[in-house]
Nanobody
Framework: VQLQASGGGSVQAGDSLRLSCASS????????MGWFRQAPGKEREFVAG?????????IYGDSVKGRFTISRDIRKDMLYLQMNSLKPEDTAVYYC?????????????????WGQGTQVTVSS
């Protein structure tokens, strides 16, 4: 599976961005997927995850809950992250990832394939 993240950029605090992640090669359609981020000098952090199935139940990191929304288009094999009310502390490289299984997880060791990352910079 190859994952390609896009949609990052430089914005002002309070703005919105939508990240996309395209999957190619072997399908990720029956796998849980997620977004992680890594700020300079910090460990990689779980942002959001979405399962596989009819309802596509989602989970979020505490710092983004209520502001970010993860979604997926199973037919197109695409993953999205809508980020609203962005804050300077959201500045990081954002990575999409495909899990080993279909169940929701925050554990990055359970994610098998990773995209190359897209930079999000939020200025105050």
């Amino acid at each position: 599976v190859q994952l390609q993240a896009s949609g990052g950029g430089s914005v002002q605090a309070g703005d919105s961005l939508r990240l996309s992640c395209a999957s190619s090669g072997r399908s990720s359609r029956n796998k849980a997927m997620g977004w992680f981020r890594q700020a300079p000098g910090k460990e990689r952090e779980f942002v959001a995850g979405i399962g596989w199935g009819g309802e596509s139940i989602a989970i979020y990191g505490d710092s983004v809950k209520g502001r970010f929304t993860i979604s997926r288009d199973i037919r197109k094999d695409m993953l999205y992250l809508q980020m609203n009310s962005l804050k300077p502390e959201d500045t990081a490289v954002y990575y999409c990832a495909s899990a080993r299984g279909s169940g929701l997880t925050r554990d990055e060791t359970q994610f098998q394939f990773w995209g190359q990352g897209t930079q999000v910079t939020v200025s105050s």
